[in-house]
């Protein structure tokens, strides 16, 4: 037998995203300073805090939080996608289909999908230069194909909020475009072990969590804008 549970919620644009910001400064933080002593003073892993906050490696602490952040834009994305379904309204389908790749792309942070093709595509067509790591390219194409099928969602939605999700976006293709490709013609006229490369993998991964705060945010502030007195109320539904 299933029996139904109300959970209310109170919505607020600025906490969550607030405390998750400063989690990622502070990490930044520590990345950088472990990089500098790594390079300046020659300790090379600090009894494994370089490892752990490592902004360049797959397997820390950093990952992590960014698949999080992705992981909670995708959930509410499909809650707003879940109401607008019910409420019969338009775009619910371009509400589910950022849903997806936010999904995907939290789960590509850690399986490293894009790492896999962009290895096959510098095999392939012997990339190098700024297209050391050839994703940058598909990477480029499917960023403005997602953009070019979100238009008229954008389109439709308030302007800050609109405004917002753009200004989100161009932030993460700063840092997963411009600074990936950076970082490859550093990679490639030097190698991964050096300093200034360790300098841009931070600024490209501080760019893409801030890019997220920030979407967050705004998706918890157009959630609000949809609920009276800016309360969620979900119907659980419990087996016993």
């Given at each position: 037998?299933?029996?139904?549970k109300?959970?209310?919620i ?7 995203p ?24 020659g300790?090379?892993?600090l ?12 397997q ?24 607008q ?18 999904l ?17 595509m ?23 194909a ?48 050096y ?14 969590m ?7 945010r ?19 539904k419990?087996?016993?």
């Open positions: 037998m299933l029996s139904k109300i959970v209310e109170k919505l607020s644009a600025w906490p969550i607030r405390f998750i910001f400063f989690l990622v400064l502070g990490t930044t933080m520590i990345s950088a300073l472990t990089q500098t002593v790594r390079y300046a003073g300790h090379g892993r009894f494994g805090l370089t490892d752990l906050f490592d902004m360049d490696s797959e820390s602490f950093p990952t992590w939080l960014n698949l999080s952040i992705l992981f909670a834009c995708s959930v509410l994305v499909w809650i707003i996608a879940a109401r379904g019910q409420e019969k309204k338009k775009f619910t389908g371009s509400w589910r289909l950022l849903a997806w790749i936010f995907i792309m939290s789960v590509d942070e850690i399986a490293g999908w894009h790492e896999h093709i962009g290895y096959m510098k095999i392939g067509f012997r990339t190098s230069g700024i297209f050391t790591y050839a994703f940058v390219i598909p990477g480029f194409v499917i960023a403005l997602v953009f070019t099928v979100s238009f008229r969602l954008l389109c439709h939605l308030p302007r800050k909020i609109a405004g917002g999700m753009i200004l989100s976006g161009a932030l993460y293709l700063f840092g997963v475009i411009v600074m990936e490709s950076l970082g490859g013609l550093c990679a490639s006229l030097h190698t991964r072990q300093g200034p490369y360790a300098a841009m993998a931070i600024i490209e991964e501080f760019s893409e801030t890019a997220l705060v920030l979407m967050m705004t998706l918890l502030a157009y959630l609000a804008s949809l609920c009276p007195d800016k309360i969620l109320t979900l119907e659980l419990l087996g016993r």
